[in-house]
């Protein structure tokens, strides 16, 4: 009798549990996306997480004063721009950065259309965005997730904030970052939103403020320094209901799936992440070679040579055993017609005898980045 009473109580909380999972999924928004790579069971496959910059949350003046109102900054670009290759079999987790401003064709018709930067391809949505990476660089995304400013702020206030370490004291005007003391910090969401912002960061020594200059190829490292130090808070979160249920409430606010993914793959990328330790993760930065347009934007051109190499093991990640049978013809266009301000301009990607020194691989100077410390 005691074991078919306990029986009963386990099939009522997994029952309970389960209507508990449903609901919280339903109340995730959904977009249909077009060209998405179908998955197969247990290959690798690639998930594009997109960062929104939209301010169409910015209702209230405080928002407004902190990040802009959609008037002042229309429309919705993609300002973080990752594809993950996620291996199932081994557990494993590689994460590519595209750089925002990499000039790249966009396909269609409409006025975005043609060599243009890569994060005006999801001012109408991510099915734009799918298909300019899929052209440009041949790679197969299978799913999308969204999440925007508030979305990473919430989150990290829900799992306790993140534990990292400052060398320096730094700061950032514009995406109000504002360390001012040494040393490993508890860091919560708004100055977490604020570190993985910065564009425009300056860092103290000896008295003196430095900028560090580097822009978005900067950023991008502060940002694999954010997914390193929130993966053990992620653990942790799974022991507390309390936190859980907040990490839970400020996800299905804030994140925005494809609506091909099912309840039970998303049930399988959160076991994943969950049982990963930083050892699975790695991170890296799509090659790209600054230039300036005819019409004076700074924009940074893929590196052909440089690209292909790291996008063909990027795809071969996860599989040891399989053959890499992947056509690539170089994975951009091999030219970019410009219109300038004096006309047309035929761009060239950078052949393989490139000098090293002209790629930005985040080597030719080392950028300011905090690290994951532990309390």
Known sequence: MSFGSLLGIAVL?????FAYGRWRFDQIAKVGVNGLAERVANEPFDVLF????????????????????????GGQRSDVIIVARISPATHQVKLLSIP???????????????????????????SLLVQTITNAFHLPVSNVVEVNFPGLQNMVDAVGGIYLNFPDPVRDLNSH????????????????????RSRDLSYETGGVWHYDGLGDLSRIQRQDAFFRALLPRLRDVVGSPTRLNSLLGAATKNLIFDKSLTEGELLSLAQLFHAMGSSGLSTETLPTIPWTTPG??????PAASADEQMINQFISFGTPHATLTAALTGPTPATLTAAGDSGAVTVTTVPSSASGADVATNTQKEPWNPYPCAP
């Open 100 to 126: 925002r401003d990499t000039y790249v064709d966009i396909p269609g018709t409409s006025d975005i259309a043609g060599p243009n930067r890569i994060n005006a391809a999801f001012n109408s949505g991510p």
């Open 177 to 196: 970052l504002g360390i001012t003391r040494t040393g490993c910090h508890l860091v919560f969401g708004s100055q977490a939103l604020a570190l993985v």
């Open 296 to 301: 004076g934007a700074d924009v940074l051109l």
């Open 13 to 17: 909380l997994a029952a309970g549990l």
């Open 50 to 73: 997109i960062g929104s910059d939209s301010r169409s949350f910015a209702t209230t003046k405080l928002d407004s004063s902190a990040y802009g109102s959609s008037s002042s900054v």
